[in-house]
């Protein structure tokens, strides 16, 4: 008789071994640029998946999201005085790429022929906010740096790299990030100078107070002889498709020429507060957790150095909408494994009927986290939605949220008769639980379980 299988849908994984980051740690972290090669024997990210992030990128530019993160440029010739100059389009329709080019290579075809021969780049931000499988991969990669040196909270974003450029479009510059970059495709070759190369030069000199080494900054190059000095001092790391490299916030850098398209992602972060509190009071905000603070199935709360700063926010009445708006970005954020930007949502789903199995998964569990004013807020990768139960309901939501993150298939219509069995008429909307699971499968929280046969 045939039998159904239990198991989760397979994930791509850049999860590495304790061992290698126990040695990174110990050797490596902050301390200069290294090349790590072929570390992973399958899930590397691929040019098919940038390409299906980048036709997401310009199909929603050209609905209208023109604030979207991304960025092209266009590389003219180099002359006697100095390096060729970059140009950036403000108009960005005709250079993004559409569907009908078919992959990374007709893209770069059409525009070659636009362009009339000159080299570009196109540099996408939040990547992991536009691929699936782009943000499984820098999540699960991100687990191994939680676990050797604790959770990062400023700046974990991937970045995206593609084009045919001889350098960098924004020249030499240091960020304020420690850097791992995926070369995805071709070869990439990268300059390199320690913090201390550039700072009697007149651009950085104002702005080189110990600071410096975790703040973005740029040199200017001013004709040939200078880019021959500055180049004489650099050193240079290579890396294949499959590599990554890795460089601390204090190193200068820049790519250099290499044949044909290239294509890269770099995952960057720093300990710091996160992005989301730009805008919020000044506190004295945590910019480190230990990995054992992160989202799990059963018994979560906020971690006690973020609800100290919360509680900092003041008591009264008049702040509480601030400390629950600041309370729900916080479980938003750390629900999304502290990157800052959540997957893309799924799209083209039918509704939840009674007789679908659903499934979440365990390693990214679904909390409920009380907020003042008797609300609770929901959250899972990055997303959440703030709801007002009872009392005896939220127990029930707290139940169904743990059911769900077990990594157990389980239908819908029992999770909608355990959830309602008992409950007072009033306590919780009728079509409330649907609409949660449905909400929850479009952030990825839960799929339809479709089981397998098995002789």
Known sequence: MAR???ALPVEPSLALPKAFWKRFAREHWDVGPTLFPSLFPRHFPSPAEVFEALVDVGTRYR???VMLPVRF?????ATAEGPPEVFAAVAMSRYLPLAEDGDVDGYARRMEHLLHGRRFGLVLSNTQSHHWSHWLQMRTFLSGVHGALGVPLGGADSALFLGNYRHTPFGIHKDDLHVFYFVIRGRRRMSFWPLEAMRSRPEVAPHADPGLKDRPHGVVLRDAEDTRQVMAQASFLEAGA????YWPSSYWHRSEPSEGLTIAASLGFNFRAPMFLDRAPEQPWPQRLSHGELPRVEGWALPRSVRDALGKQGRGQGLRTTRNTLTEGW???LTNGALDGPPPEARGLSPLTPEDTVVGSPARPIVTVPLEGGQVVVA????????????VALRRLEALTETLSSGRPVSVGTLEEDFFRRLPPRAFPRAGVRSLLDELARWRAVWRHEPVARR
């Open 4 to 6: 159904a299988s239990t």
């Open 63 to 65: 609905q209208g999201e």
């Open 73 to 77: 440029y266009v590389e003219h010739e």
């Open 331 to 333: 479980v938003r954020f």
């Open 380 to 391: 899972a990768n990055g997303f959440s939605r703030t709801l007002r139960p009872s009392p």
């Open 242 to 245: 499959g590599d990554i490299m």
